[in-house]
């Protein structure tokens, strides 16, 4: 049975989805990224906001004591990431990191 370091080269989806094994770890990934209070959080507030900055949401972050620190922030971030919940980009205008949430991290309106 595969692990996750078999995984680690896969960027997208479609990938994932090739094999059974696949699936179902991207599931795993998946269900632990939107189930973790943390990152539900962190979703939620992408969400509300479309893009955000990467220092304008670790700074709500922390002001609302939702993590405790830049470590704590990019682990999360980086987990929400690789679980397709989240895209990272470089804003065109001053080349600052944006969030934004994609279609599989919007399960954030159905969870209570």
């Known amino acids: ?56 949401l670790l700074n709500h972050l922390l002001n609302e004591k939702i993590i405790e620190d830049i470590s704590m922030f990019d682990y999360n971030i980086d987990y929400l990431i690789k679980a397709f919940c989240i895209n990272s980009v470089k804003s065109e205008i001053d080349e600052e990191i944006v969030y934004e949430i994609t279609q599989s991290g919007k399960v954030i309106d159905y969870l209570g």
């Open 1 to 56: 049975m595969p692990d996750e370091f078999d995984f680690k080269k896969y960027k997208s989806i479609e990938e994932y989805s090739k094999t059974i094994e696949g699936t179902n770890y991207l599931h795993s990934l998946y269900l632990r990224a939107v189930n973790n209070p943390i990152r539900r959080k962190i979703l939620t507030v992408i969400n509300n906001e479309k893009r955000i900055s990467k220092k304008d």
